[in-house]
Each structure stands twice: as structure tokens, then as C-alpha cells.
């Protein structure tokens, strides 16, 4: 397995609160994911990194934001929580971001409930 | 404007059957096809993939299917057993990984 860690786990917050999703990997991979996980939308992009301080948005980028100091190290930011960011949320790596080469490995998710 | 679409949410089959998951795709660029399969509280984990240059890729029991014309994609699970219960989620590839909704299969004993 993929050595990929997400925390919190589980949160519940109310809403105008602010969130941080914390992603830590093992791997050393260039390249790591946020994605959100919903009924009836598979997952949806939020936000990637392409390396230390480079990062780029995905198809629901609007309300997140993230961060990457590390290699080892991806934030996902919710600044002001809203009830629409209730979800489950992913992070995941890949080494070189090439998919007929390479594959994303997922963390274990992280469920955030907004009140 | 959903480009991945699992139109079956569900699916229920006899262990040792055949199960077939189903995917269509509007985007003819897209250049690279995986599969997902999650388990619950899990985070999805990679199962087979398909180049848009090939129609067959086989692995074990596992089989994917593409027939570019028609832009549709099949995962073929021959036999069917109780752990491939789960999620599986079709995803296509340009650039970026854009995912369909999942199906959630169901192996019978």
C-alpha cells in the first residue's frame, strides 16, 4: 500500500468556520490530488499540486484553496465551511502524473460534515 | 455536462457469473481509460486500465473492453466472487483524471 495519510479522519464543523484537511505521503511523488466524493458525481477534482508551491485547480475549485511546502505535505483549506462542502474527501499521489504510465494511489478519505 | 457516465448505479450478480460494468464517455480525446474499485471507508484503489489505442486489456479475471466508436467502455469479471462486492468507478484521462459516478456491485453467494 501507498503510503498515504489523511487527518482528521472524521470532523464536523459549522458553517463560516475555517477547515484544513491535512495529506501526508511516503512516496515521495511529484504530484498529489484533492478530489471530493458525492452521491450521484463520482469524484470531482478540487485542487492538484505539480510540485513544491506549485499547485493548479480542478473542476470545483470555488470556496478551496491548498498549499504545498513539502513534498510530503498537501493542505486543502475550506476558509469560510459551507453546508454545500459536506463531503468525503480523497487525497491522492501519483510519481509522474502520466496515466498510460503511472496511476493514482488514494489516501483513505476524510468525511467533513458542515452544519 | 458529466464527460464519464456510469449509467447503472447498481448491479447485483450471482457469485461465480459474470459481472459487466459499463462506462460511456463524450470526450473522443480522451487518451487513457482506468478502473477503480473502493470498498466502503476506503479510499479507491486501482484495478486495470485500457490505452485508447488498444480494445482488450486482460488481467486474471479481469478484462476491459473498448470500443472507441461507440465511446464505451466495459469491465468484464469472470468469475464473479463475494470480495469484488464493492464500488466501481470508470475514469478517463487527458491531462486529468474525470471520473463517472460508480456502480455498486453486489456478488450473491
Redesign the interface.
Known sequence: DAGITQSPRHKVTETGTPVTLRCHQTENHRYMYWYRQDPGHGLRLIHYSYGVKDTDKGEVSDGYSVSRSKTEDFLLTLESATSSQTSVYFCAIAETGLFSTDTQYFGPGTRLTVL | DQQ?K?NSPSLSVQEGRISILNCDYTNSMF??F?W?KKYP??????LI?I?SIKDKNEDGRFTVFLNKSAKHLSLHIVPSQPGDSAVY?C?A?LE??T????TRLTIIP
Open positions: 464519464v456510469q487518451d487513457y482506468l477503480y471507508a476506503e479510499g479507491p484503489t486501482f486500465s490505452s468507478f475514469a484521462s486529468k483524471l471520473f463517472g459516478t460508480g
